[in-house]
């Protein structure tokens, strides 16, 4: 089974990594993890501290000769933030000159405080905090590795920031090429432009702001996931993963919320066969009774507004449990293109998690095998 941990704090030394499960025979470029980790730390609207890292990720084990052995997989990211917080942050002595006492409301402050006892809730910041994404990232970009030489390709965009539409079509030309040059991660520049203005002006109320990001996972084949047990369907297990990231509070796949609003035959696909099957639309989002059925996987999902407000809101400070303003840490006022970067790389760890469940395998030689007569079986079925 594919599965992986993540260790450190945001102003601690490093963030790392273990990926257990990968099979042994698969190419990695580190270049492809390091490009994924510096689109992580693009978009407009992003705080100071991204203009002090540079996050690169080194490889410390499982890797040899740039294949790996089949063996833990262990990644280091590190921190460069860490020379101003070695005082404050040192695993062996560290001050409390940056102790927090008033909570922020939406943050994991007050009830991750109360839940370890933590009177200074900079104990629970520094692990709460978005920077683990990066951790993530490098371990979708390297699973992801394992997809590429069956087809699978992942895409993401930025579907709204705050209440502002992307009015681009995903299937217009150029649309992903957009998407790439854009500093919203939009496709279409007219909303880009506005996109920017609204998170200019949230920005001068002390404001932040979040958005929707969208993830489209295409060539992966029908059958991935089960319809035999709830813990084995796939968009149980995608929407798992992707909730998991800092600030998503929903998630939808295909049509989502809105297959509730239709009648049935606006929503479920037409079968057609032409040499192979296929649907006429995708409104389930590539997935049907807990399995990809070969169509692409689109999955949705909403981003709060970072909690860090410049113009904080009111809260408590629990010293002496006096009305307070909350904590003003540095933070970043729109994090949403970010946010679309680290929900691909959640999707890609679940669809690599459960292509290795279907075509398991201890190496990439036996693995292919499975994969190609797999294929071929269904093509005649
Ligand atoms: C982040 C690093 C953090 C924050 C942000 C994401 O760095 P710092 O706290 O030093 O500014 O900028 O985290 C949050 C928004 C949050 O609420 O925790 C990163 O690397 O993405």
Not at 164 to 175: L, R
Not at 357 to 372: L, V
Request: overall charge negative; hydrophobic content about 40%.
């Amino acid at each position: 089974m594919l599965r992986y941990f993540t260790a450190g704090e945001t102003h601690g030394k490093c963030l790392t990594a273990i990926i257990e499960g990968v099979p042994a025979g698969v190419e990695i470029s580190i270049d492809k993890i390091n490009e994924q980790l510096a689109r992580r730390q693009q978009g407009y609207g992003r705080g100071g501290r991204m203009k002090i890292e540079k996050d690169s990720a080194q490889i410390l084990s499982g890797v040899r000769g740039g294949i790996t052995l089949g063996s833990p997989i262990a990644i280091k990211i590190e921190n460069k933030d860490w020379q101003n917080w070695e005082n404050i942050m040192g695993t062996e002595t560290a001050t409390d000159e940056r102790s927090v006492s008033c909570p922020r409301p939406g943050h994991a402050d007050l009830t991750g405080g109360m839940k370890y006892n933590h009177k200074d809730m900079r104990n629970v910041l520094e692990r709460a905090s978005a920077r683990e994404t990066a951790a993530r990232v490098a371990v979708g970009a390297l699973v992801r590795q394992i997809l590429e030489p069956f087809g699978v390709e992942f895409l993401s965009h930025v579907k709204r920031i705050g209440d502002v539409e992307d009015n681009g079509n995903i299937n217009d030309n150029g649309f992903f090429e957009r998407v790439k040059n854009s500093l919203v991660s939009f496709g279409d520049e007219e909303s880009a432009k506005r996109a920017m203005e609204y998170i200019d002006n949230i920005k001068a109320q002390g404001e932040s702001c979040g958005g929707v990001v969208e993830i489209i996972v295409k060539g992966v084949p029908a059958g991935l996931g089960s319809y035999v047990h709830y813990d084995r369907k796939l968009d149980a297990n995608l929407a798992f993963g992707v909730m998991s990231v800092q600030a998503i509070k929903g998630v939808e796949i295909g049509m989502g919320f809105g297959v509730s609003e239709m009648p049935g035959s606006h929503v479920h696909d037409e079968i057609v066969y032409d040499g192979e099957f296929s649907r006429l639309t995708n409104n389930a989002g590539g997935i049907e009774g807990g399995m990809s059925n070969g169509e692409p996987i689109i999955i949705r999902a909403a981003m709060k507004p970072i909690p860090t407000l410049y113009n904080p809101l009111k809260t408590v400070n629990i010293q002496d449990k006096t009305e307070h303003k909350a904590t003003v840490e540095r933070s970043d006022v729109c994090a949403v293109p970010a946010c679309a970067v680290v929900v691909e790389a959640a999707v890609a760890f679940e669809i690599a998690k459960a292509f290795l469940e279907k075509f398991s395998g201890d190496c990439m030689a036996d693995i292919k095998k499975y994969f190609e007569s797999y294929m071929e079986r269904i093509k005649k079925f």
